[in-house]
């Protein structure tokens, strides 16, 4: 029995949810797959693997504790192979990235085309999910963005950018219900609203730096909710239909702003901001495939502390 073979096709299995379509993201056979567990069961004399009633695959207590401690051999050997190819100047294998739907979206795949423009070898394996908030260490590199606070965890993180929240609506919604110049005048306006969006405290900074009068802030809540969604390409195609205003990261407003699909609004005043992290487990040897794509991700965004997307936001502001 190959030993290593084995365990790495019992965590495709798990991550698969599946001895069909574990079979072919591995490129072999279900019934070699399935003698492959089976034989590692024989030899570890324990059942890993139950099925539920709805065909799910339910791990052991057996299979849950043996699923951790392989994840940790073959993550080493990842890293051995990796330390390798860094000393040969190779970087190569499969590299696991988590992210945010619209960050993934709006970036990250634009960011992925380049990279492996440089890195052929590296297979990328990018997973989406909702706004994370911190490091699931399942994954190479992790994508985090929080609301401009310091991140909590065991983990190295990389601060690449800030994200203004862009209030901004359709020329044809602003024509029909006039465009606000101050927060107050938003009471007359529909929202299309979304979960994080939870702080509408406008700022208007001083005049100059010179300034001493405190920044003005003007904390706002919307009485007409157009609609309420947990997706923010859902939240960007009401507004594209006029269903009201919405506020969205600069990165999702940036391209509709710039074409003149969206514009923004009360471009004088400014909303919160995301603080956009790339994340990876605290280890003593990053894997070479992992550092070369960190070093991808902060060569395209060198300046941390700047929000690179809002100027194309105000492009089509009035």
């Excluded at 399935?34 to 570890?44: A, G, P, Q, V, W």
């Excluded at 101050?182 to 005049?207: C, S, Y």
């Excluded at 003149?260 to 790339?278: C, F, K, M, N, Y």
């Amino acid at each position: 029995m190959n030993r290593l073979l084995s365990m790495q096709v019992f965590c495709r299995v798990v991550d698969c949810q599946g001895f069909a379509s574990a079979a072919r993201t591995l490129d072999m056979s279900p019934p070699v797959v399935t003698r492959l567990i089976s034989d590692l069961e024989t030899h570890l004399s324990a059942r890993l693997l139950n099925r539920s009633t709805s065909r799910k695959l339910v791990l052991t207590e057996a299979g849950r504790i043996y699923l951790d401690q392989v994840r940790r051999i073959l993550a080493d050997i990842e890293e051995a192979e990796a330390s390798v190819q860094s000393a040969t100047q190779r970087v190569g294998g499969r590299l696991k990235v988590l992210a945010p739907p619209s960050l993934a979206t709006y970036e990250l795949v634009r960011l992925i085309r380049s990279f492996k423009q440089i890195h052929p070898k590296v297979t990328i394996e990018l997973t989406t999910n909702a706004q994370a908030e911190t490091l699931d260490e399942d994954f190479d590199v992790c994508l985090v963005m929080s609301h401009a606070r310091p991140l909590n965890g065991d983990f190295v993180a990389r601060r690449l950018a800030h994200s203004q929240l862009v209030l901004c609506g359709s020329p044809d919604y602003l024509k029909a219900q006039g465009r606000p110049q101050h927060p107050k005048d938003l009471m007359n306006h529909a929202l299309v609203t979304l979960p994080f969006v939870h702080d509408l405290t406008f700022r208007r900074p001083p005049a100059s730096a010179r300034d001493s009068q405190p920044d003005d802030s003007y904390a706002m809540a919307f009485t007409q909710v157009a609609l309420s969604t947990t997706q923010l390409e859902t939240a960007r195609s009401a507004a594209l239909q006029g269903l009201g205003l919405v506020v969205l990261p600069s990165f999702v407003a940036a391209p509709a702003c710039a074409s003149g699909e969206l514009q923004s609004v009360l471009t004088d005043w400014r909303l919160p901001a995301l603080s956009i992290h790339a994340a990876i487990p605290t280890r003593e040897h990053v894997p070479a495939k992992t550092k070369a794509f960190l070093d991808h991700l902060a060569q395209a965004f060198p300046d941390s502390e700047k929000d690179p997307w809002l100027t194309r936001c105000t492009a089509n502001a009035d």
